[in-house]
């Protein structure tokens, strides 16, 4: 499960004045705000017009499936450090001052040690994009991306030195955990990334479609073993298709 820790700040900074509950409301609501903030700055930093970063900056941040998410799932609202990584790295590449260029090399590594505390699935999601990223520049600009990876090779290696000190807490503790519990593997296809896409949702039943809500309703109410069905299928959602 997702720690959560970075709630740790706002909610320290809300609390000596509001309620626990409050203090909660108010953290989602900043951290929404925070993902508008971030996306529209990254869009007009790459030069898109005012109206695109706007419209693209509310669609990003109250997109359905975050929406949907924050009934109960507080950690998927750190969504905010997806366009914040990728302004930071923007940033770097394009700064020419050495020391400008050593802050930001110690907050990106802080930006990436927040994505990992606060959703491990954003983390990996972060990890992917930036190793796609750079895969991509080394084939298709090979010389270049060569010449900015020596050029900044100290850079690279002060950000891991940092982020390798900020994690250690964390991979301290999976030590432990490995070191006491073990190692647990999901058996069979348990968690699998084909049966969480959206586009697979259409095809296998799952609760979350609205066809298949439809049929369930419809069934259940002709008969009373067919309404044993519906209530399976509308309070199993471990069985079937799941948007995580």
């Given at each position: ?21 409050q ?42 499936y ?9 950690t ?7 366009p ?14 050495w ?17 990992l ?65 073990g ?22 039943p ?22 044993l ?16």
């Amino acid at each position: 499960n997702d720690p959560g820790t970075i709630y740790v700040a706002t909610f320290a900074l809300f609390r000596p004045i509001f309620t626990i509950y409050q203090s909660m409301l108010l953290s989602v609501q900043f951290f929404v705000f925070a993902a508008s903030v971030t996306m529209y700055a990254l869009l007009k930093y790459l030069k898109m017009s005012t109206w695109v970063a706007v419209i693209f900056s509310l669609v990003f941040s109250y997109m359905p499936y975050i929406s949907h998410r924050m009934q109960g799932h507080y950690t998927y609202l750190v969504h905010f450090l997806f366009p914040l990584t990728y302004l930071l790295i923007h940033i770097f590449f394009r700064m020419t001052s050495w020391w400008k260029k050593m802050i930001v090399s110690c907050l990106i590594p802080l930006t990436l040690t927040l994505t990992l505390y606060g959703n491990f699935y954003y983390f990996i999601m972060i990890g992917i994009a930036i190793s796609f990223y750079v895969v991509w520049h080394f084939i298709t600009e090979p010389r270049l991306t060569w010449k900015l990876f020596v050029k900044n090779i100290f850079h690279f290696l002060f950000m891991f030195s940092i982020f390798l000190l900020l994690m250690w807490p964390w991979l301290k503790a999976v030590q432990n955990v490995i070191l006491f519990d073990g190692m647990n593997s999901t058996i069979g296809y348990g968690g699998a990334m084909q049966y969480s896409a959206d586009v697979f949702g259409w095809f296998i039943p799952n609760q979350y479609n609205y066809i298949y809500q439809a049929v369930a309703h419809i069934f259940g109410s002709v008969s009373p073993k067919l309404a044993l069905f519906k209530q399976y299928f509308l309070n199993s959602w471990d069985r079937f298709v799941y948007q995580g």
